[in-house]
Structures are given as C-alpha cells and as structure tokens.
C-alpha cells in the first residue's frame, strides 16, 4: 500500500472513530493495534510496549500532576474571588474596567497553574454576573473571561509545553521562559481591544456607580491580596530562570508554596484538598492515556512506511520554507478544531519536529509558537473547551451563538500575536537565550 493510501486508511479511521464519539485515546490506540494485528500478526503487538514505556519514562513528567495540583488547589483556595475584588476596587471606575481586570487576573492565574480551565471557570463563576449585572455586553464578558483563561496554556508553567517538551526532547524550561513575552503581548493585545471597543461603544462596558468606587487608600490595602500570587510566581518561575531548581522541582515548589497560603489564610480543609487530588489523578490520567495510546498510533505510521510520505509532501509546497510553516500552522488550526491539543503533538511532532528542525526553525520558537496556534483551539467552535466551560456557566439568555459570536475577535488576536511572534522571533527567543 503506498503511503497515500496509508495516510488516508489511518487518518480516515481516526476520524470516524472520533466523529461517532469514543475518547481520542482508545481511537489511536484501537487503530495502532488493529493495524499491527491485521499486517503483521498478533505477535507484533509486542512491539508497541517499548514505545509506550519510552513516551512515560520521563522525569520531567512528574511535573505533570504538580501544576494539575496547582491548578485544583487554586480553583478551591478562594483566590480568585479575592482578586477579583481587589480588581474592581482598581479598575470598576473604567470603562471596561472589570473586563480588563479580568484579563489581568487570567494573566496571574496563567503564571500559577497552567491550565486554561483554572481562570475560565473561576472568573466565569464570580466575574460573569457581576459584568452582566452591571450592564456589560454579553459578548464582551464571554470573549474576555474565555480568552483569558486560554492564557493558561501559553503563559508559564505551562502543561501543554510540559507535554511538547517531552515529545521534542526540547528543553522544558526555554520553553517555559519563552513563553512569558508572547502571552505578555496577547495580554496588551487584548486589553487594547477592550479599551477601544468601550471607546467606540461606551455602553459595552459601563464603569462602576461613583458611589460603588473605593477610595484611594482602599484600593492600596486591597492590593495586598495581590502578593501572594505574585510570590507563587516568583517562586516557580524565577528558580527555572535563575537555574537554581529544574521545572520538576519548580513545580514542587510552587505547590508548596500555594498549600502554606491557603493554610495561613484559613482557607485550607480536607474536603477541598480530596477533590483536589482527584480531579489531579483524573486529569494526569486522560493526559497520560494520550501520551500512550498516540505514541502507539504513530509507532504503526511509522512503521508503515508512511511518514515519510507527508514530509516529501511538504517539501513540494510552494514559498520555500515559509510556505511548509504556513501549511502546518495550518493544520494545526484545523485539527485543533478537532481534536485534543496532546492528541495534536503526538500526531503531528514525529512528522513536523524533523523536518522542522532540518529546514533551520529554532526547536524553542517553534514550540511556543504551536502552543499559541493551540490557544486559538480553545476558542474556536465546534470543539473548543473554553465555549463549552463558558456556556456551563453563563445564564440562560446567553446563547451559544452568542458564545460563539464572542470569540471572533478575540481569536483574530491570537493570529496577529501569532503572527507577530513569526516577524520578530526574538519575542520567543530574547529571554531563553538569557539563561
């Protein structure tokens, strides 16, 4: 069979299998197995046990349920209430203040857990009625808390680049590190957006009533819930860029650190701490199973004979090697309006990672620059994650077209700061290489 034929058999089936609804991880693994046992025998099922060890066998993976651990503790402490409040003593006397705010604190809990789940559902829980209530636009407040929150993937510590780095055998860290400047400027993107759209609209984003405002020195006192967090982020990310603890050890400590403040602030109990650790298990479970079952999946494609087909595919596309990273920028919005983010990397970096490096792109760049392409999928219909957290929890009046109608513009953002991160590559570049 050619790998024309290959590629169609696999990828066609995949598809199939996902679109009648069973969980990524038994598609690629149920394939991977057919194949073998179909081809080659039941013998050779043998050969996906090396494969699936090597994908696991990773210490930086240990990282993995620490952040999801982040992640859970912070979604329970009550912090982002706290913030919040403080965010509208600072900024409900702005036009788009509390949209704006709600960036900022999306921002912060980005740089504390890694996960975009963490910030848009907090935020969507306490900031959704509030902005609503006060008169914001209903798509404002459904853009801004779901752009935000996929600010987790980028922003470090990262999962989604804990999981690249491991599949790359690139340098988990410069990862982390070049990802602060590029979510640094989604941030300004996004902000600047909301402050000229409340310009042109002025009803989009009513200020805060003069007698709901604080005074100066309330606002002062209130930014003391700030430091906390702050320390946190300190903590991690500044000991993976001083080169005093690798992202394993961060990871330890920042789950440390952020248990000692919700213990010192009275916010620590048993009951929260249980469900922590089982949404922990849970989700490091569903990432783990992926990294498995994908690691399978392309262990049989490749056996195949049929990698190879892609690559010389994309060599013949047009524009040199910008027409190549065009086509897989590409692909990678397409299939994230599909399938899981993890599921993409291990699909794609056995294909892309070698001819990627072979055409001269720097391995971190081009790593931080696929986790900005997979922000957009946690935005983008019909199967972005952060629609369906937002659409749980907006009230009733606020349609998924609505949800859908929010997004638009703030997706178009992530492309121009995509695009942006291409032209002036040392955004990514500049402080990894620092180190």
Known sequence: MSGLGITLLIFGSLFALLLMGLPLCFCMGGIAVGCAMTFWGPNSVYMFVGKMWDSVNNSTLVALPLFVMM????????IAEELYTTMRKCMGGLRGGLAIGSILIS?????????????????????VPSMLKLGYDKRLVSGSIQAGGALGILIPPSVMMIVYGMIAETSVGKLFIGGILPGLLLVALFIAYIVIVCKIHPEW????????RCSAAEKLTSLRTVIPPILVIVVVIGSIYMGVASVTEAAALGTFAILLITVFQRKFSWGSFGRTLKSTMVSTSMV????????????IYQAMGASGFIQQALLHVPGGKWGIFIVMQLTFFVLGMLLDPTGIIMLTAPIYLPLATQLGFDPIWYGVIFVMNMEMSYLTPPFGFNLFYMKS????????????????PFVALQALGLIICCIFPQIVTW?????
């Open 431 to 435: 402080l990894p290489g620092m180190m």
């Open 71 to 78: 992640a859970g503790i912070l979604q329970e402490s009550g």
């Open 288 to 299: 783990v199973w992926i990294m498995l079952a994908s690691s399978c999946f392309t262990a």
């Open 205 to 212: 984003g009513p200020p805060v009533p003069k007698e709901e």
């Open 107 to 127: 921002a912060i809990f980005a740089a504390m857990s890694g996960l975009s789940a963490t910030a848009t559902i907090a935020l969507g829980v306490i900031a």
């Open 393 to 408: 929890i907006v009230p009733p009046d606020v349609t998924m077209g609505d949800i859908y109608k929010s997004i638009i």
